[in-house]
């Protein structure tokens, strides 16, 4: 079955770029919405941005200025880029997969990010 | 911005059912989704476009949308339905989360 594992590093300088690539087995990028979220530590759900695997893009408000998703279909993945980052944007990052504006049927297993020197 | 809001925590008994309430205006003029989370793993999806389950969700696990709130109902609840539950909609392109509610089983 379609499985999704995120990838990145666990530690980020505060100012630098959070990186983080999602890998989709078991299944084409091509269909579906493509999508990141992130939590922190104890906290609730907020849904970061997704891909289309046509490059189109859709973010959050309040994330858009520092969002960035690509796409690469040849190896099945796609990918979040964050930018000027600080302590309140260290959380759990996880991918998921959405129907246009519908549901996240399937999530990925999250991947911790932490923001610190 | 659209915001929905759930309580923060309900305590159910063992074999009652529980009701999770999600608010946002209009809500039932729009699709919610329901999520069950527990300690440390992923959110799982429990209820979409209000009522519908996905394949492998009990059928304990019920939900309804109308007027400004959605509920998730779970009957029967047992010690395994502990955790965390995140009501879900889109507004304007753009997801909005409930903050989340804690069903306790006591």
């Known amino acids: 079955q379609v499985q999704l594992q995120e990838s990145g590093p666990g530690l980020v300088k505060p100012s630098e770029t959070l990186s983080l690539t999602c890998t989709v087995s078991?299944?084409?990028?091509?269909?579906?919405?493509w999508n990141w979220l992130r939590q922190p530590p104890g906290k609730g759900l907020e849904w970061i941005g997704y891909?289309?695997?046509?490059?189109?893009?859709n973010y959050s408000p309040s994330l858009k200025s520092r969002v960035t998703m690509s796409v690469d279909t040849s190896k099945n993945q796609f990918s979040l880029k964050l930018s000027s980052v600080a302590a309140a944007d260290g959380a759990i990052y996880y991918c998921?997969?959405?129907?246009?504006?519908?549901?996240?049927?399937?999530w990925g297993r999250g991947t911790l990010v932490t923001v610190s020197s | 911005s659209y915001e929905l809001t759930q309580p923060p925590s309900v305590t159910v008994s063992p074999g009652q059912t529980a009701s999770i309430t999600c608010s946002g205006d209009?809500?039932?003029?729009?699709?919610a989704s329901w999520y069950q989370q527990k300690s440390g793993q992923s959110p799982v999806l429990l209820i979409y476009?209000?009522?519908q389950r996905p394949s492998g969700i009990p059928e304990r696990f019920s939900g309804s949308n109308s007027g400004n709130t959605a509920t998730l109902t779970v009957s029967g609840t047992q010690a395994m339905d502990e955790a965390d539950y995140y009501c879900?909609?889109?507004?304007?392109?753009?997801?909005?989360f409930g903050g989340g509610t804690k069903l306790t089983v006591l």
């Open positions: 078991g299944g084409s990028i091509s269909t579906y919405y």
């Open positions: 476009q209000d009522s």
């Open positions: 209009q809500l039932g003029h729009k699709y």
């Open positions: 879900q909609a889109w507004d304007s392109s753009t997801v909005v």
């Open positions: 998921a997969r959405s129907r246009p504006q519908l549901d996240f049927d399937l």
């Open positions: 891909i289309y695997y046509t490059g189109t893009t």
